[in-house]
C-alpha cells in the first residue's frame, strides 16, 4: 500500500481553502487510478485521516510515520506531499567535521521517515542509513503556484513513456572518465563540460530515459556548472529555463553534484531540480547538500565511492533491473553501505548515505 502524507494545515495556508480542496480532489483522482492500494493522510488532523501531530516537527514526523507503518501493516511506499514547509526535511548533524570541506551544518534528509517496524532507531546510525520502506517527496514551489502543484499531483500516476530510450550522461570535464564506470559504457550520449551546456540545440532534442549528471552544483546559485581550469571560473553547464517537456517528460534523472535536490525557496525558474519536476520528469534523485565523488588521486579507476557508487547502484537499479524508483534507491542505499562504508566508514560515506533523496512517486516503474 502507497501512502500520500501531507499537512492540511500548511498546504491551506500556502493555496487558501479552495487551494485545499483543488488538492484533496487531485488526490482522489491519484488514489482512484494508482495500479497499487493508495491512502492519504494529512498528519496536522485529530480524526479520520490524520495521525494527529504538529507537522513542523521533524522528530515528531519521524514518529508518526513510524507509528502509521506499525499500526497498518503492508506499507510499502510513501509519498510525503509539499517542500520543506509542508512536511520539513529531518535534520540531522553533519558528520562531515571539517567546514573547510563542507560548508554544510546539518544534513536535510528523508531517511528517517522510511524506516520500517523492524529497522533500527532512528538514534542507531545504521537504520538511518538503510532504513526499508522507499519515500518520494512531491515538493511545491516558493512562491506557491497551485496549478503547477495539482499537474505534479496528477503526474503521480503518469504511465511510463515508451519513446523514450538511451541514457544522455553530462559531467564536468575534471570527471570526464567516471560515466563508463558509473554507467557501465550504456550512455547513448556523453557531454563534457565546459564546451557543452543546455542552452545547444542538441539538448531540446534529446529524448533520453535516464539522465546523469555530474557537474557542480551551489545553494546560492539556480544553475549547476563546470568549471573552466583554463581559465579558473565557472562555466554555466544546466540552466532552469532550457529545461522542458521535450527531454524530460518521463524520464528519470539522477544528479551527482552538490546541492542537486536542494529546494530551499526555490522555484521552476531558479531549480534545475523544481525544473525537471515541472516539465514531467518522473523521478529525480539528488543531494540536497555538499556532495562528494570518488575521492583521492586515481581512486576511481580502482573503485566508486561516495557520490558515484550511489549513481551506478541506483541507475542500475532502475535502468537494468527495473526496479520501482523508490526500492532502486532503498536498495541503492544498501548496497553503498555495505560496499562502500565497510570497507572504511568515513564521514564522506555516512553523508551520501543520508543526504540523497527522490522526488517523484517511488512505486513507478520505467
Known amino acids: 500500500m502507497l501512502v500520500v502524507v501531507s499537512n492540511a494545515r500548511a498546504l491551506r495556508r500556502r493555496y487558501g481553502a479552495d487551494g485545499l480542496t483543488a488538492i484533496r480532489t487531485a488526490l482522489d483522482r491519484f488514489t482512484d487510478r494508482s495500479r497499487l492500494p493508495a491512502r492519504v493522510r494529512f498528519v496536522d488532523q485529530s480524526k479520520g485521516e490524520s495521525l494527529g501531530v504538529d507537522p513542523s516537527s521533524g522528530m515528531a514526523l519521524r514518529v508518526a510515520l513510524r507509528s502509521l507503518v ?3 501493516p503492508g506499507v510499502s511506499g510513501l509519498v510525503l506531499l509539499g517542500g520543506d514547509d509542508v512536511l520539513p526535511f529531518y535534520r540531522l548533524p553533519n558528520p562531515v567535521a571539517d567546514r573547510t570541506a563542507d560548508p554544510d ?3 536535510l534528509s528523508d531517511n528517517p521517515y522510511g524506516l520500517g517496524p523492524n529497522d533500527a532507531l532512528a538514534d542507531e546510525v545504521d537504520g538511518l542509513l538503510r532504513p526499508s520502506i522507499p519515500v518520494g517527496r512531491l ?3 516558493d512562491p506557491p503556484r497551485l496549478e503547477a502543484f495539482l499537474e505534479k499531483i496528477d503526474g503521480l500516476s503518469q504511465a511510463a513513456s515508451h519513446d523514450r530510450s538511451g ?8 570527471w570526464q572518465e567516471v560515466p563508463a564506470r558509473v554507467l557501465g559504457g550504456t550512455a547513448s550520449t556523453l557531454r563534457v563540460s565546459p564546451g557543452w551546456h543546455t542552452g545547444d540545440a542538441e539538448w531540446s532534442g534529446l529524448r533520453p530515459q535516464l539522465s546523469y549528471f555530474n557537474l557542480h552544483g551551489f545553494d546560492d546559485r539556480p544553475g ?20 522542458s517537456r521535450t527531454e524530460s517528460c518521463g524520464s528519470v534523472v539522477f544528479a551527482e553534484n552538490c546541492y542537486g535536490a536542494f529546494i530551499g ?4 525558474g531558479n531549480s534545475v531540480a523544481l525544473a525537471f519536476l515541472a516539465a514531467g520528469a518522473r523521478a529525480f534523485v539528488g543531494a540536497t547538500g555538499t556532495a562528494f565523488s570518488s575521492i583521492g588521486p586515481g581512486l576511481e579507476a580502482v573503485l566508486l565511492r561516495n557520490a558515484d557508487l550511489m549513481a551506478k547502484e541506483f ?3 532502475v535502468g537494468r533491473r527495473r526496479m520501482a524508483f523508490g526500492a532502486a534507491l532503498v536498495e541503492a542505499r544498501r548496497a553503498f553501505v555495505d560496499r562502500s562504508l565497510s570497507i572504511g566508514r568515513t564521514t564522506f560515506g555516512l553523508k551520501t548515505a543520508l543526504q540523497f533523496v527522490l522526488y517523484g512517486n517511488p512505486m513507478a516503474v520505467l
Do not use: K, Q
Not at 581550469?229 to 529555463?241: D, F, N
Not at 525557496?265 to 521552476?268: E, G, L, M, Q
Open 70 to 72: 506499525r499500526a497498518e
Open 105 to 107: 551544518p546539518e544534513v
Open 139 to 141: 515538493p511545491d514551489a
Open 167 to 174: 541514457t544522455f550522461a553530462a559531467v564536468d570535464e575534471a
Open 224 to 243: 549547476w556548472f563546470a568549471y573552466d581550469a583554463r581559465r579558473s571560473r565557472w562555466t554555466i553547464a544546466v540552466r532552469p529555463g532550457d529545461i
Open 265 to 268: 525557496r526555490r522555484s521552476a
Open 315 to 317: 541507475l542500475g537499479n
